[in-house]
């Protein structure tokens, strides 16, 4: 019972998120009736296209899905960050046409969040946790480069974890002379032999 109350109130979220994007529901109307499962590291949800193309979680996975969606787990957060490092670990096997329709709104579908959140907590409200929310995004993405780079920097530079380029390319003319010093001896003793 609780599960079904859950199934439903998903489903019906899902379909608000298309109500602000009637195109995107309109291009998957011509597969209504088909089954779509995402798999997220063998945590298989299963959804069907609606008559209205609306998708909507279903009770149970079925045996033969028309699409399957993999994606590991882990690979979620990058959406935050990183979004087409999130799409590029898609992976999308079944109905070709229907997986095309899937990629094509994988990335260009953006619901008007903004939109819903005015509808719960009023206009003024809703554009300020919007804002908020680009901000703390923004915010997370500048952080995590900056992070890469100060770590990149600290490895090559400070921890001398990792010899930089400038200390390879000395380490590598000491050889070459250490080499050419040893040849030199080796002739000098050869000759007095």
């Not at 209205?52 to 033969?64: D, I």
């Not at 921890?159 to 080499?179: H, I, P, W, Y």
Request: charged residues 25%.
């Amino acid at each position: 019972m609780v599960k079904d109350l859950l199934r439903r109130k998903l489903s019906e979220g899902l379909r608000t998120l298309f109500d602000t994007a009637p195109w995107a529901a309109e291009r998957l109307q011509h597969f209504s009736g088909s089954t779509i499962v995402l798999d997220l590291d063998g945590w298989r949800i299963p959804f069907g296209i609606g008559s209205q193309g609306h998708p909507e979680l279903c009770e149970t996975v079925p045996a033969q899905a028309q699409l399957t969606i993999r994606m590991p787990l882990a690979a979620l957060p990058l959406f935050l960050t990183d979004e087409s490092a999130a799409l590029r670990q898609l992976h999308l096997e079944g109905n070709s046409a229907l997986a095309n329709e899937v990629g094509f709104l994988a990335r260009n579908f953006r619901p008007d969040l903004e939109e819903l959140l005015s509808r719960v907590v009023g206009d003024l409200l809703a554009h300020r946790m919007a804002k908020t929310a680009r901000d703390a995004r923004t915010w997370a993405k500048d952080s995590g480069r900056r992070l890469s780079d100060s770590l990149a920097e600290y490895i090559t530079e400070e921890g001398r974890l990792v010899a930089s380029r400038a200390s390879l390319q000395r380490f590598a003319v000491d050889v070459s002379e250490l080499d050419q010093a040893v040849r030199r001896l080796e002739l000098r003793i050869a000759g007095r032999a």
